[in-house]
């Protein structure tokens, strides 16, 4: 990493599609097995890019348990996010409730691979081609991961990839966007630079999504250890699956071992049958200074501005049932085999004494 900084010092091209951008571009093409990779500043922009791009206007559908991004990258440019609910087996968007939601406004569906875990993408596109809709994947969490044997990042018009720090593949910030149509490739690169085609020719609307080439020099030098990364995740994975195994309630969210996953997330749900909620649980682990974190509560319809604006008596069962439930668990490189050991220790104590945790809860949150 700091002789790929030294040459961009050296070289004094710092951004504006750089050799390392250029570079970090064709390994994640290869990687992923698609024909265009446009790199970008993050996820955020990369989605704006493509709904940008594919013309999106009026409603689109996306699942109301998801990273607000998803939302707001719609709602940014006055396209109207439509929540649709998630199975909570899958915790992804569920096919029949798309169908369902689908007016004559709905342009596109946009479907997130959440925690790497690949959305129905038939039945997605199928009903993308029956409604006559577009079809975006977030895959912010879903970087080298399979869906049937085949990697993500070519499935729908797009795929948006995000390698910010806190995603398996880091480049402090970045994004990209996957597509095999090689027009709306064209239509992002472009856009992605102010709309700029050549030199001084400006031929569409644009922003500025370029990715510098620190970025793509940190990108670079994860992509040649991401395999390691990904060995480290699982082995964390397993070790929790393993030691939490049997503590009445807690069920952890399981991959399936015939496709590729990059495990990057430990995420467990707490059943009625822990005698403890995943507040209480959260708080027993902040107070031993683990950062275990709920994820998407109270969903995204319940969050500025979408409940104010869109008012409307939404039941989403899927994602209120999840919100309550989840919660993720440190892992990543920095957490050894003693510290998940301690953790899952603490888990299964907590869990053992769920009633006398939930009183001493109640009574300190009285006193605050
Ligand atoms: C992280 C994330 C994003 C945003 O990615 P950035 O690169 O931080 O903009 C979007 N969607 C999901 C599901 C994410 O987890």
Not at 13 to 37: D, I, M, S
Not at 239 to 264: F, K, M, P, R
Request: charged share 20%.
């Amino acid at each position: 990493m700091l002789a790929r900084l030294n040459d961009l010092l050296d070289r004094r091209w710092l951004t504006n599609n750089g050799p390392y951008v250029q570079e970090f571009e064709r390994r994640l093409a290869e990687t992923v097995g698609v024909k265009h990779c446009i790199a970008v500043c993050n996820a955020t922009v990369a989605l704006e890019i493509v709904i940008m791009a594919l013309g999106l206007t009026g409603e689109v559908v996306v699942p109301a348990f998801t990273f607000i991004a998803t939302a707001h990258a719609l709602q940014w440019q006055g396209i109207k996010p439509v929540f649709c609910d998630v199975d909570p087996r899958t915790h992804n968007l569920s096919p029949a409730q798309v169908e369902r939601i689908v007016t004559p406004h709905t342009t596109g569906v946009i479907g997130v691979h959440l925690w790497g875990r690949p959305c129905e993408v038939e039945a997605l596109t199928d009903i993308a081609n029956a409604f006559n809709l577009k079809l975006i994947f977030d895959a912010a969490h879903a970087f080298a991961c399979t869906y049937r044997g085949r990697m993500i990042g070519g499935f729908g018009d797009a795929e948006v990839f995000s390698f910010h720090a806190t995603k398996v593949l880091n480049a402090f910030e970045g994004g990209a966007v996957a597509t095999n149509n090689d027009e709306l490739a064209t239509k992002v690169r472009s856009m992605r630079n102010f709309g700029f085609a050549g030199y001084d020719e400006v031929i569409d609307l644009g922003t500025n999504g370029k990715m510098n080439e620190a970025s793509a020099a940190m990108g670079l030098t994860s992509l040649e250890s991401l395999k390691k990364f990904i060995a480290i995740n699982r082995s964390n994975y397993e070790q929790y699956l393993h030691q939490l195994q049997g503590v009445t309630g807690i069920q952890l969210v399981a991959y399936d071992a015939s496709e590729e996953c990059n495990y990057q997330y430990v995420v467990i749900e707490i059943g009625e049958a822990a005698h403890i909620s995943r507040d209480e649980l959260q708080e027993v682990l902040w107070a031993e200074n683990i950062l275990a974190r709920r994820y998407f509560y109270p969903g995204c319809h319940r969050m500025e501005p979408y409940s104010l604006r869109f008012p409307m008596i939404l039941r989403l069962p899927g994602t209120e049932f999840l919100v309550t439930r989840v919660l993720s668990l440190p892992t990543g490189t920095a957490v050894g085999h003693r510290e998940i050991s301690r953790i899952c220790k603490i888990i299964r104590l907590a869990v053992a004494n769920g009633e006398r945790i939930r009183q001493a809860v109640s009574v300190s949150r009285q006193e605050r």
